[in-house]
């Protein structure tokens, strides 16, 4: 096993450790995007980004653009998945306000606005990584008892407890996407293996005018062509 470290957050920490990687995987299957933030306060990245946004997307979009050639080398392509999760339920894409500068802070609703925004850009980002027959998905794992619930909501864990999922459980759907055949359409929402709505309420609905905007910052904040 080969352990790399890397703080996604930070875009140079993201592509020094991508150069060292393909360096030694030049053939990459899957990548697996599951780290994760919820600060108790508004945080900046280094490079000036909420640090929500800056781990659960800017990140991992700049990571898997540096590997699209190692993904793209696989005789079947590559498949990229973003660990999402149901609480982008009840966000809305914020398009006009990506590093949350308005209004009161609040730890959980940081943490869904950033999930809705992968869920959102899913499938501007499986359009532009299709060249090279790269498959992008967002999953919401369940309810799962991880460091993050245990230390950021610890009154959910103490009453969901008898339903939180453990460590295979909440990867199954993860694993999954990046395994079966074929690979599953590109750019959708899944849970327990099953493709999801992305909303649930009208209120969350995003119009294109938001998307589009939203892509434009995303496209700045990744310094993507």
Not at 122 to 129: K, N
Not at 192 to 205: C, F, G, K, S, Y
């Amino acid at each position: 096993m080969r352990l790399w470290r890397c703080d996604v957050a930070d875009l140079d920490d993201v592509r020094r450790f991508t150069a060292d990687l393909a360096g030694e995987v030049p053939d990459l299957h899957a990548v697996v995007h599951n780290a994760g933030v919820m600060p108790p306060t508004r945080t900046e990245s280094p490079q000036g980004h909420e640090l929500s946004m800056a781990v659960h997307l800017v990140g991992p979009v700049v990571m898997t653009e540096a590997l699209r050639g190692p993904l793209a080398a696989g005789s079947s392509g590559g498949r990229v998945v973003l660990v999402s999760s149901g609480g982008m339920y009840g966000q809305p894409l914020r398009a006009d306000d990506p590093g949350y500068t308005t209004g009161d802070y609040s730890p959980t609703t940081s943490y869904a606005r950033s999930k809705r925004w992968q869920v959102e850009m899913a499938p501007l980002l499986g359009e532009r990584w299709a060249a090279g027959r790269i498959t992008v998905a967002t999953m919401h794992p369940g309810w799962a008892d991880t460091p993050g619930v245990q230390e950021s909501l610890p009154t959910f864990r103490r009453v969901t407890r008898p339903v939180l999922r453990d460590d295979a459980q909440g990867a199954d759907t993860s694993v999954w996407l990046t395994a079966v055949e074929p690979a599953p359409p590109t750019g959708r929402f899944w849970h327990d293996r099953v493709e999801r709505p992305t909303h649930l309420l009208p209120t969350t609905r995003a119009s294109e005018a938001d998307r589009t905007r939203a892509w434009a910052w995303l496209r700045e904040a990744a310094g993507l062509d």
